[in-house]
């Protein structure tokens, strides 16, 4: 009753007496491999009588600068000692927090739930017992919560006359403010004198034939990114498209979309009859066509609306003939089951179509074709999810048991005074509190369930003998998700799921599963992993059939990465972001990326540095650098095949050397600065 683990790693014994006396040790245990490792060292605890000691502060030893991402929970540690044992308290930006409904008291840490913007700011923890000069011991928390950034465009499509300008306009938001990008037919633009770029503005002077595209405004910061996308038609001087009515942008059957959501494309252009000496929709001869190619679909298989989805694409090799138009079905998935298609046709110009009546935090399938006068083309699939509905917000009353919407998510006991003493009652664990008696506490007991099971994974053929598994995450049941593992069946065969892979990092969603058996028949499902256990498995997938095809070889990618932000954080680190636009090598699979750096004052390449950036994260921090020296910083991606070619360099300094602060026992001492470098997954104490 007197121990509590938190979810750092860090054991906390309450009320000590000579009964704890003894040597301790930590144990690791993997869920996935059931492996445990016990360390190596050992710590021994003695327990000594004492008549007075002033409060101290035993962790943290220095103060913490804590970055978390909105909607995560939060845990910061304090433990303090003295005799008599030590009153905690804790304060933001100099106000108690005790009245707030977010924060919970896990003995003497607390714990902020579903952070925002307004949870960050400068928090301390007081120990306090009389005794000594000050009579008080500080530690500071420095928290600050991070926003995804949200894009949004105010037009949907422009047709703009040649010679003439066309304006886009983004709006950004995020915290830290994002870094923006604007890409034309996903690839990067750069200041010229006809593009004229700002972090909200893009104006494209002089305007032609060649400017027609999708035009993406990407952001991105630390904890996330988001794009918009419009489209630019231009035309001659004088000839003015005729523009397609609703009929001609959804499907017959499809309900209008309401103009609140600006959603709509109003203006899309008719297919011209045939113009003399311009091609027909088909080439006489037409033993040179052949069905298009799959189309690249743009979206992310994420969304936060709940009850529509934009769906973007762009074409592949048409086959040798101007696509007519597109057929895309979608349905949502349920267990066990699935809805009839919906089915919309597209016109072939048209590369966007918006797809609405959608249940809220709900699974969809999409598949998509485009067709030409040599027939259907190849199928494009992927899964998308939409947002769930806001939850409702927690009201605090004498008796509170917090059961959140997301099933995901932890319940936590509340605690609340009832005349100096009180009794809450949590399943079947009891809490009680003796204010007289303050340093005999029974721990809390803490009923977190552990992450929700990932979507259905989807599954495409990577060679002969070899297919990626791709998923989506669902909640993560409070705590950050740590791996996955992939499992796999034969079908038609007596087993049970044999282990595929596993230690998949959390930002990889997509892994490749080879050496599977010519003619057989598999299905596959996922589990997440974090500090609470393993999920329950997905729902399988649907069978997969190794079939004959030739084996697929890694070609080496081409393009490399762009980098499009560094920030010295301190004197020794410093961070970078890019982008990486899988179009630009042909879709080629990327293991990763590798960072090189070296001091701007060096000519000599072999004193560049190499990190490794595995799986699919878009920033890094490059530590143990010298103080105010600039480096040159370069990049490239890879994979089985080889590495790309190297990426804009980029030049970032390093801040000069300054003291760090130390935590005092002054009642107003300095706000400390931070420490590097900074935590993104949250403070000890916060998983």
Known sequence: DNYLIMPSGNLQIVNATQEDEGTYKCAAYNPVTQEV??????????????????????YPPVAQTIIVTKGQSLILECVAGGM??????????????????????????????????????????????????????????????????????????????????????????????PSVVWLRNAEPLLPSSRHRISRRILRVNSVGPEDDGIYQCVAENEVGSAQALTFLMTTRRGVFPNLASERDILPPTAPPIPDDKQLLLKAQLKPRPPTPGLPTPCPSDKTSVVQPEAPIILSSPRTSKTDYYELTWKPRDNGGAPILFYTVKHRKQVVNTTDDWTVSRVPGLQHRLILTKLDPGSLYEVEMAAYNCAGEGQTAMMTFRTGRR???????????????????????????????????KYRDDWLWVDEERIQKIVVISIVIP????????TISMASETSVFVTWIPRGNGGFPIQSFRVEYKKLKQPGDWILATSDIPPSRLSVEISELEKGTSYRFRVRAMNILGESQPSAPSKPYMVSGYSNRNYERPVTGPYITFTEALNETTIMLKWMYIPASNNNTPIHGFYIFYRPTDSDNDSDYKKDMVEGDRYWHSITDLQPETSYDIKMQCYNKGGESEFSNVMICETKARKSSAQPGRQPQPAAPSPQPPPNRHGPPGTA
């Open 37 to 58: 490792k016990t360390s190596v060292s050992s710590d021994r605890l003695r327990v000594r009588r004492s008549t007075a000691e002033a409060a101290r502060i035993i």
């Open 84 to 177: 008599p044992p030590p009153k905690v308290s804790w304060a933001k930006d100099g106000s108690d927090v005790s009245g707030q409904n977010k924060t919970r008291f896990l003995l003497t840490n607390l714990l902020i739930e579903a952070t925002s913007e307004e949870d960050s700011g400068m928090y301390t923890c007081t120990a306090t017992n009389g005794i000594g000069d000050g009579g008080s011991a500080f530690i500071f928390y420095n928290v600050q919560v991070f926003e995804p950034p949200e894009v949004n465009m105010e037009s949907t499509q422009q047709i703009v006359t040649w010679g003439q300008s066309a304006k886009f306009t983004c709006d950004v938001r995020g915290n830290p403010q």
């Open 390 to 424: 806001p939850k409702p917000e927690i009201i605090a009353s004498k008796e509170v048991q917090i059961q959140k919407d997301d099933p995901g998510t932890s319940t936590v006991s509340s605690i609340q005074s009832d005349n100096n003493r009180l009794s809450r």
């Open 450 to 457: 552990a992450p929700e099971a990932p979507d259905r994974p």
